[in-house]
């Protein structure tokens, strides 16, 4: 039965992206469905309050699911079940057809978050492709006119999370800065994908040992001064934009929105750097949005795109296939 043989996929399904990697879903296969879920403990409480990325991360890992599936010839459907009291937001389930979908496991398996330099920035093609995808669920996807200010929001943006000890505490909780840590090949973000030499990573276990200790000496400024500047590597900034009312399961939606655009341009030689920092911030989140002329809380998603000039590393899994 297709429930069955989509157990032997999900090493791929697990390829699906998250915020700091956390892999927050669960899954909990029942005899006629299969449960998707989530973990409390790999969600982010001070970085993401209201849980904005864990459902964006969800709706990527549905996405992800129904597009290995039917890859592999298995008919399988979502059907949105939104539980906040049981850490639910739906079921996988079997189908008359095979989900429709332009993208391959292959696509799935190769996108990767790129935060290297990026060559160009997205072609106006591209551009209306990603834009599509958003509209046929409400949204739209947006470049930001006056791109020139996002440089001082940006560093705005981190000084302020710097400063906030519970974020840095968990920041810290899923950082990987060192090869020897126990979960270096599982979860969160490695000194490697960060693009940082190992001087660097060093450094900055260093600082965030002395946290929040050396807070008071300037370390939130030193902190985002040692993030860099993302935008001096290339690429144009999109917004992914929400319609006007947009609820938690309207959120899970958008996560396999969001999919489906870094296969857009995953399979359009392109790659995304997220930026969530310029909206996780309310000040700069005011700004953008009066940027863009959208009210704030409609900024679902920020992220630098463009074309990669070398292959990014890529980020670790939990579960890994017979390819990882
Ligand atoms: C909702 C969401 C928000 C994210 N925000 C950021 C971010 O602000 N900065 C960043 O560098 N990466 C961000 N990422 C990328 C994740 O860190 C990345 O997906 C994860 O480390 C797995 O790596 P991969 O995308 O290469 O598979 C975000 C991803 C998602 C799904």
């Given amino acids: ?29 029942e005899p006629d469905a299969i449960q998707i879920g989530w973990d409390p403990a ?26 290995v599936a039917a890859d592999a010839g298995l008919r399988l459907e979502y059907a949105a079940d939104h539980d906040e009291r049981h850490r639910r937001v739906g079921w996988l389930r079997p189908a008359p057809d095979r ?45 930001v006119p006056d791109a020139g200010r996002l440089g001082a ?10 400063a906030d000890p519970p974020v840095v505490a968990e920041l810290r909780r899923w950082l990987r800065l060192d090869p020897a840590h126990p979960d270096y090949r599982a979860d969160g973000l490695t000194d ?3 693009g940082l030499s190992r001087p660097a ?6 600082a965030l040992a002395g946290y929040p ?55 359009a030689g392109l790659a995304a750097h997220p930026l969530s920092q310029l909206i996780d911030v309310p000040a700069t989140r005011t700004v953008l949005g009066a940027l863009l002329g959208v009210a704030p809380q409609r900024l679902l998603h920020v992220a630098r795109v463009g074309r990669p000039t070398r292959p990014a590393p890529r980020s670790a899994r939990r579960v890994v296939g017979a390819r990882a």
Avoid: K
């Fill in 153 to 162: 929001l940006l560093r705005a943006a981190d000084r302020r999370l710097y």
């Fill in 213 to 267: 200790a050396l807070r008071p000496l300037g370390l939130p400024r030193l902190l985002a001064a040692a993030a860099g500047d993302p935008l001096a590597h290339g690429g144009t900034v999109l917004v992914l934009v929400a319609p006007e009312q947009l609820d938690e399961p309207g959120q899970v939606d958008f996560g396999r929105v969001l999919l489906r655009n870094w296969l857009v341009l995953h399979t």
């Fill in 201 to 206: 990573a060093a450094g900055l276990r260093v």
């Fill in 42 to 67: 790999r969600t982010l409480p001070a970085a993401d309050p209201t849980g904005r990325d864990l459902r964006l991360s969800l709706g990527a890992f549905v996405e992800t699911c129904l597009i």
């Fill in 99 to 143: 989900y429709p979908t332009p993208f391959r496991t292959t696509d799935v398996w190769e996108r990767r978050t790129d935060r290297g330099h990026l060559a160009g920035g997205v072609d106006q093609d591209t551009l209306a492709a990603v834009d599509a995808v958003a509209r046929q669920a409400g949204g739209s996807v947006r470049t």
């Fill in 1 to 29: 039965m297709d429930l069955d043989a989509f157990r032997a996929l999900e090493p791929w399904c697990w390829r699906a992206p998250s915020a700091h990697n956390t892999q927050p879903w669960r899954l909990r296969h």
């Fill in 192 to 194: 490697r994908c960060l």
